[in-house]
């Protein structure tokens, strides 16, 4: 009954950290260009979040809190059959909710909070029930979205470590499927990206989670200790580091799968940590504490992001600044009353958004901060000015 409550309360106060961090982001241009471009199934279900609880923020970012309250809760269910103590189930929970990543995807209209759900509901029906029951929601994912390809290729080398010929071929076939529909990103000259990737995923990760995960993974190789969970997390990390040789990879495309792995390192982990004498648990004590600082550090900087701006000393280089001013500037037209600009930048897909439509009358020009002109629209945070623009009317005779 304890774990179920204090199960209750990480959740609970997960949701409200992020409830009370869509209040303070706007939509970005990626955002916008995902709901207002071409169909996909995420913006599926935003356009329907949207046209129940109306065109605002909480309504854009509820389907990713949502995924990722689910994601949470599956990850818990997938955690018993590698880890027996509920604390320790619960301290893998809180990390994986800490983790950056995981934690951008659950407010980001993206497709990596759904891929995360996707994989975690995968493994929990796999180990919960059998491989038969997989094959229906394989092909479902081969039509949902395009990045479950490195899934399709994880599982077909899987299907041939365990020799099974007709997992190998249903597979092959949603390979197929996905690659006629999405294809596969090959772009690029050959350029070396490798320790670009390698400091993403760091990022993403915090440095010591993401080398004792690669760690993990590369010892049970070793020692042939390897499960579907071991191939879904190592093949595409693999695919993603081989990619990075000739080209700029999409992280948000890799990421997630390496996060598969969570509850291999927990499993790992802890197992080492009980079989030492307290005297020698001094190593594993230092990786915990490091991981913890990293992640608070993280999640601290995350949720008062907005006061970063009083230290930085250029606001455009600030890590969230494409999710924020959008909406402060929309309603600071409104109230001079401009309800619609000239489509040009990035900006007018954000404002249109916020009710900001597209006309000749007006034209929003960005200013330099040093610009002290008192017709300028500023948008400040923490009293420091961080946008400026003027809006000037077009000459259309």
């Not at 509901?121 to 029930?129: D, K, N, Q, S």
């Not at 080398?157 to 596969?184: D, P, Q």
Request: charged fraction near 15%; proline fraction near 2%; hydrophobic fraction near 55%.
């Amino acid at each position: 009954m304890m774990h179920r409550l204090i199960l209750f309360s990480i959740l609970s106060i997960d949701v409200v950290i992020l409830l009370f961090q869509i209040a303070t982001l706007s939509i970005s241009s990626h955002e916008a260009d995902l709901l207002y471009g071409d169909f996909s199934f995420i913006q599926f279900i935003v356009k329907q979040s949207l046209y129940i609880f109306g065109n605002n923020d909480l309504a854009l970012r509820a389907p990713m809190i949502i995924l990722h309250f689910l994601s949470v809760l599956l990850l818990y269910k997938i955690s018993k059959n590698y880890l027996i103590d509920t604390r320790n189930r619960i301290w893998l929970l809180i990390i994986f909710i800490l983790l950056p990543g995981v934690l951008s995807s659950a407010l980001l209209v993206d497709s990596a909070g759904l891929i995360i759900f996707g994989l975690l509901l995968f493994v929990y029906i796999y180990e919960r029930f059998s491989i038969k029951h997989t094959y229906l929601l394989l092909l479902v994912f081969s039509f949902l979205d395009g990045v479950f390809v490195y899934l399709f290729i994880s599982l077909m080398v899987y299907s041939l470590y365990k020799k099974n010929k007709l997992y190998l071929i249903a597979n092959s076939t949603f390979l197929i499927i996905s690659l006629f529909l999405y294809g596969i990103q090959t772009e690029g000259s050959p350029e070396g990206h490798l320790i670009d990737t390698i400091g993403l995923y760091a990022a993403i990760f915090t440095p010591v989670i993401f080398i004792y995960i690669f760690y993990i993974l590369y010892k049970r190789f070793l020692s042939k200790n390897i499960n579907i969970l071991w191939f879904i997390s190592a093949i595409p990390l693999f695919i993603s580091l081989l990619l990075s040789f000739r080209q700029n990879i999409l992280i948000e495309d890799f990421a997630p799968y390496l996060i598969i792995a969570l509850p291999l390192s927990a499993q790992t982990f802890y197992a080492a940590y009980r079989v030492r004498l307290k005297p020698f648990r001094t190593k594993y004590k230092i990786i915990f504490a490091l991981s913890a600082l990293f992640l608070s550090i993280n999640f601290i900087v995350v949720l008062f992001n907005r006061e970063l701006y009083l230290f930085i000393e250029k606001p455009d280089k600030h890590f969230a600044r494409k999710m924020h001013v959008a909406k402060e500037l929309a309603s600071e037209l409104k109230i001079r009353g401009i309800n619609c600009i000239a489509n040009q930048g990035l900006m007018a897909k954000r404002l249109k958004f916020y009710g900001i439509v597209t006309c000749d009358k007006y034209q929003l020009i960005e200013q330099s901060l040093d610009n002290n002109d008192k017709n300028n629209v500023t948008i400040s945070y923490k009293y420091r000015a961080i946008y400026k623009a003027i809006v000037t009317n077009v000459n259309t005779l």
